[in-house]
């Protein structure tokens, strides 16, 4: 079993509706949560983090970690065909990460 | 603010050559450094940490090895590439103790 599973996907939805990526993990020890979006042939980039379970809102974006789950879980809100990317989940123990596989999101105009 | 820069963007290289990725960080000291190897629908894996000049930690066992001579300067190094080591490689930085790691725009290697 993976430690960090994630749907990969692909997912396509019309521009305007509400995206939900999910990924579930194994180990209990992880302590930051950080989803990444990345575009084609570019470097991921930090889309948001936190630390302890709940909700944590920024702008359309809203990260969710249940660690009683052990489930997170990225909304995007209104969504546009700028959010088409791969986005990808990470979960932190001491100095390192451990990253899902990526789910591929495309926005329809 | 700080920013990281990884060279080349593209790299085609035969098999049996060797290899040198450099990644350098501007804009703050003694950065934790990354190297990543990403190969479609397997996510990111993890081959190199390091926290401290001359302090390479590996993570897979694998014919490419890593140097950070400064402490801004990570560097990934192959003697004789194979054709399985083709794939995207990235450069991350993090502040020492922090889980954040921020990307460089990732270096794409074709070795035929």
């Known amino acids: 079993q993976k430690e960090v599973e994630q749907d990969p996907g692909p997912l396509s939805v019309p521009e305007g509706a509400i995206v939900s990526l999910n990924c579930t993990y194994s180990n209990s020890a992880f302590q930051y949560f950080m989803w990444y979006r990345q575009y084609s042939r570019k470097g991921p980039e930090l889309l948001m983090y936190?630390?302890?379970?709940g909700n944590k809102e920024d702008g359309r974006f809203t990260a969710q970690v249940d660690k009683s789950s052990k489930y997170i879980s990225l909304f995007i809100r209104d969504s546009q065909p700028s959010d088409s990317a791969t986005y990808l989940c990470?979960?932190?123990?001491?100095?390192?990460?451990?990253f899902g596989t990526g789910t591929r999101l495309t926005i329809i105009p | 603010s700080q920013t990281i820069h990884q060279w080349p963007a593209t790299l085609v290289q035969p098999v049996g050559s060797p290899l040198s990725l450099e990644c350098t960080v501007e804009?703050?000291?003694?950065?934790?450094l990354y190297w990543y190897r990403q190969a479609a629908g397997r996510g990111l894996q993890l081959l190199f940490y390091?926290?401290?000049?001359?302090?390479i930690s590996s993570e897979v066992p694998q014919n490419l090895s890593a140097s950070r001579p400064q402490d801004r300067q990570f560097i990934l190094s192959s003697k004789k590439l194979l054709l399985s080591d083709s794939g995207f490689y990235l450069c991350?930085?993090?502040?020492?103790?922090?889980?954040?790691?921020?990307f460089g725009a990732g270096t794409r290697l074709s070795v035929l």
């Open positions: 390091s926290v401290g000049i001359g302090q």
């Open positions: 936190t630390y302890s379970s």
């Open positions: 990470a979960m932190r123990i001491n100095e390192k990460l451990t």
């Open positions: 804009g703050t000291s003694n950065p934790n």
């Open positions: 991350a930085w993090s502040f020492q103790g922090l889980g954040i790691q921020y």
